[in-house]
């Protein structure tokens, strides 16, 4: 089944809720794989692209995307990228200080 994606929601599409017009038009051809025809659509969010990327990725259907125009690919690919890239979160060293009382706060910090 071919669903275009322009005439189910706009060739510019900015939010992630989007998902769910895809979804509920899927619905109506169970068991059955799924085009998800791009042609015209210039732009999507990159919340709208994490969203795609989910449902393609973790759905029992086969879902084919297709005519996908420069930006939507490049947006796309960046969602798969972040997702296959390990995110390290760098650590300083920070001390932690506890304190009692106010009082005690306020003397650490005219130290400073």
């Known amino acids: 089944m071919i669903i275009r994606i322009a005439d189910l929601i706009s060739t510019d599409i ?20 799924i085009i998800l025809d791009f042609c015209g659509v210039t732009f999507i969010s990159r919340s709208f692209a994490d969203e795609l990327y989910s449902m393609v990725y973790n759905n ?3 879902i084919e995307l297709i005519n996908l125009s420069d930006t939507v690919s ?17 650590v300083d060293n920070t001390e932690i200080k506890e304190f009692d009382d106010i009082k005690s706060l306020s003397l650490f ?3 400073m």
């Open 109 to 111: 910090l005219s130290t």
């Open 14 to 33: 900015r939010s992630r809720s989007n998902i769910d017009k895809i979804k509920d038009e899927m619905k109506k051809y169970p068991e059955q794989d």
């Open 74 to 90: 490049s947006m796309i690919e960046a969602v798969k990228s972040g997702r296959n890239t390990k995110r390290i979160h760098p």
């Open 60 to 62: 029992e259907a086969k």
